[in-house]
């Protein structure tokens, strides 16, 4: 098992935007299953799911979630250093939609925006790649905007029993900096948004005065910070030194925290941040891990038959035909081959799942809790006690009152059920994963603030 670790990062609000049409499952059901609708209910778990009217499309419910965002953390749009969009229902083939988004957002012309193709697995994979350029971007200063959303109903069969049931629309937006620890500290080698880098040759020095808030900086050892917020270190024209200020808050827990700089060209470095100077990582930020699963084997149990190179859509593939598995669905529409999917989910990822927590030490009760793709409420409820985790205390759940968003599940979960799951006092450990389309499973073991944005609402429309 491979396992991707990263240190420095954090989360700074996570914000979900469910569409227009609010759907009683039960009632919509019974038009067309009449007395076996409570059958279907009952089996997924999913009371009332929301879909997007004719028109709307991921765009427009991503860019929604990324104003709100933005808008919520006091975050400008200059301030935004990467879009990250995943999604597997783009607005059109081409172009992509993070370069809709740049525009809709006045962004940068300067910035990576692209999108990554993944339906169920999407968020922790996309959070991993969002986390890589924020971390890359800490002596910016500047955050990575990642969305994540998908209009399936565009997809959806509206006489198809596998996916109808189910099948839901979200956007979502995720913003993500670099930062340091409550302890304030730094992993070594990183460096705090907007703080002084430090580099140069072994054994060169430079220091600014000798004032409160000045730098003493070693090219061989990094940086020690000491004295006042928001002091200026002014730049001396020596090899080692900078004129970038010491602007990087370290959340200390106090009102008055001090500032922190990292190190960069150097094996090891410290960080002083609210009085505490950390040396070799020692007392490093909050790591973050992650770790991917493919079956490409699987690819028949969750997909689009028609609309890509390998079959281009005919005027045929728009017509409603019955299917072998009995539904009724065009070529362009998603199917599931739904015990496939629960046999994948039940036995390949519940294992793979395990041996992760196994190999980076953890267990249902060394972690705060699980937010898990919400593919369907008994599907998850098996997962989660294979795991460990208790339903009702650690299991973060929203599908039953939204749907089944693809990959946005993730973020929507939390935005929508953070005031019941997270810790108040402090951050908090959290378990996400998600599996499906591929197949494909990620998950990553991330942190979580009570002190972050989130905020879950109802698309108002164009």
């Known amino acids: 098992m491979e396992i991707f670790s990263i240190r420095g990062v954090r989360i700074e609000g996570v914000s979900a935007c469910v569409p227009e049409v609010k759907t009683d499952n039960l009632q919509s059901l019974k038009e067309l299953y009449g007395d076996e609708a409570a059958l279907i209910v009952q089996s997924t778990g999913i009371r009332t799911r929301f879909t997007a009217r004719s028109g709307t499309t991921t765009t427009d419910l991503c860019l929604a979630a990324a104003r709100d965002i933005l808008s919520g953390t006091g975050c400008a749009p200059e301030d935004i250093g990467a879009v990250v969009f995943v999604t597997f229902t783009p607005d059109r083939l081409m172009p992509f939609n993070a370069a809709l988004v740049q525009d809709a957002l006045g962004l940068s012309h300067e910035i990576p925006c692209f999108d990554m193709s993944l339906a169920c697995s999407g968020y922790a994979y996309g959070l991993y790649v969002s986390s890589l350029f924020a971390k890359s971007l800490s002596a910016s200063g500047k955050k990575v905007l990642f969305l994540?959303?998908?209009?399936?109903?565009?997809?959806t069969s509206p006489r198809d029993k596998a996916t109808l049931p189910v099948m839901a629309d979200a956007g979502t937006a995720t913003l993500l900096s670099a930062h340091c620890d409550g302890a304030g500290s730094v992993s070594a080698g990183a460096s705090c948004p907007g703080a002084a880098d430090v580099s140069g040759a072994e054994g060169e020095s430079g220091s600014c005065t000798g004032e409160p808030g000045t730098v003493d900086a070693s090219c061989s050892g990094g940086a020690d910070v000491s004295?006042?917020?928001?002091?200026?270190?002014?730049?001396?024209?020596?090899?080692?030194?900078?004129?970038?200020?010491?602007?990087?808050?370290?959340?200390?827990?106090?009102?008055?925290?001090?500032?922190?700089?990292?190190?960069?060209?150097?094996?090891?470095?410290?960080?002083l941040c609210a009085g505490v100077s950390v040396a070799d990582g020692s007392l490093s930020s909050p790591e973050w891990k992650f770790t991917f699963y493919t079956d490409g084997s699987g690819n028949g149990s969750l997909m689009i038959p028609a609309g890509g190179s390998a079959k281009p859509v005919t005027a045929g593939d728009l017509e409603y035909t019955e299917q072998k598995d009995g539904g009724m669905r065009r070529n362009i529409d998603i199917y599931m081959d739904g015990f496939g999917i629960f046999r994948f989910v039940a036995s390949d990822v519940s294992k793979w799942l395990k041996r992760f927590l196994e190999e980076t030490g953890d267990s249902g009760s060394t972690i705060d809790s699980f937010v898990p793709h919400q593919a369907n409420m008994f599907m998850i409820r098996k997962l989660a006690l294979k795991l460990g985790f208790d339903w009702n205390s650690a299991v973060w759940q929203s599908g039953d009152a939204v749907g089944n968003s693809a990959s946005a599940t993730v973020p929507v979960t939390i935005a929508y059920d953070y005031k019941n799951k997270l810790v108040k006092d402090r951050e908090n450990r959290v378990l996400v994963s998600?599996?499906?389309?591929?197949?494909?499973?990620?998950?990553?073991?991330?942190?979580?603030?009570?002190?972050?944005?989130?905020?879950?609402?109802?698309?108002?429309?164009?």
Request: net charge negative; hydrophobic share 20%.
């Open 148 to 155: 994540d959303g998908d209009v399936q109903s565009a997809y």
């Open 227 to 271: 004295g006042t917020a928001d002091t200026p270190c002014p730049s001396v024209g020596e090899s080692g030194t900078t004129g970038t200020p010491c602007s990087s808050t370290c959340e200390s827990g106090t009102e008055d925290s001090s500032r922190g700089a990292g190190t960069s060209g150097a094996d090891e470095g410290s960080c």
């Open 434 to 462: 998600g599996f499906g389309g591929g197949l494909s499973a990620s998950a990553g073991i991330v942190t979580l603030s009570p002190k972050a944005y989130y905020s879950f609402f109802q698309y108002a429309g164009k």
